[in-house]
Nanobody
Framework: QVQLVESGGGLVQAGDSLRLSCAVS????????MGWFRQAPGKEREFVAR????????YYLESVKGRFTISRDNAKNTVYLQMNNLKPEDTAVYYC???????????WGQGTQVTVSS
């Protein structure tokens, strides 16, 4: 059974940084395309960042490019989302997700709340 557990969310001020973690069990992150998504109140869930399995290519939502960085630690089987220069519009519940070898996202975490005050 694959489980994803996010942590690291919180309440910060605009311009601050946070690092979200997604601890994965039941499957290696190196063989799984990992993504971060977010959902703000009243809005649909949106893609934030992706780290492909194998080579580890990265892709980002345009509005977070240059501020967010997705990475993984194979030894810890954990994926991270480093978020710098946070803005109030980044406020959302952030979800970690996994897609086996680049297929559809099948695995989802429970989400972690990020709130950015102005």
């Amino acid at each position: 059974q694959v489980q994803l557990v996010e942590s690291g969310g919180g309440l910060v001020q605009a311009g601050d940084s946070l690092r979200l973690s997604c601890a994965v069990s039941g499957r290696t992150v190196s063989s799984t395309t990992m993504g971060w998504f977010r959902q703000a109140p009243g809005k649909e869930r949106e893609f934030v960042a992706r780290l492909t399995w194998g080579l580890g290519s990265t892709y980002y939502l345009e509005s977070v490019k240059g501020r967010f960085t997705i990475s993984r630690d194979n030894a810890k089987n954990t994926v991270y989302l480093q978020m710098n220069n946070l803005k109030p519009e980044d406020t959302a519940v952030y979800y970690c997700a996994g897609a086996p070898r680049g297929s559809d996202y099948e695995y989802w975490g429970q989400g972690t709340q990020v709130t950015v005050s102005s």
